[in-house]
């Protein structure tokens, strides 16, 4: 069974970088075809995918974001990263890891972790 796990701070200063890792059991980041996905959820909003980070290495991101997010991995720890600078109240949100089929079909997620940007 596979499985994600977020971690990272649930309260972020304005203006700081937040990091959030999901470690998943179960499967191994570098199997093909499968990317490896954040998303979130602003409160009284929809989902809003951020980006990912694929099977060899090529991580990619929403193009509203591209100048302050970014996605990594750790291979041997079988982790990736979301990395996302200068966070205002707005970047408030649950945030979610999830494993894409290659299809934009999100088939296991993590439970969530919520992250509040505060001063």
């Known amino acids: 069974q596979v499985q994600l796990q977020e971690s990272g701070p649930g309260l972020v200063k304005p203006s700081q970088t937040l990091s959030l890792t999901c470690t998943v059991s179960g499967a191994s980041i570098t199997a093909s075809p499968y990317h490896w996905v954040w998303i979130r959820q602003p409160p009284g909003k929809g989902l809003e995918w951020m980006g990912a980070i694929n099977y060899w290495g090529h991580a990619y991101t929403r193009s509203s974001l591209v100048s302050r997010a970014s996605v990594s991995r750790d291979t041997a720890k079988n982790e990736f990263t979301l990395h996302l600078n200068s966070v205002t109240p707005e970047d408030s949100a649950v945030y979610y890891c999830?494993?894409?089929?290659?299809?934009?079909?999100?088939?296991?997620w993590g439970q969530g972790t919520q992250v509040t940007v505060s001063s």
């Open positions: 999830a494993r894409d089929t290659g299809n934009y079909a999100w088939d296991f």
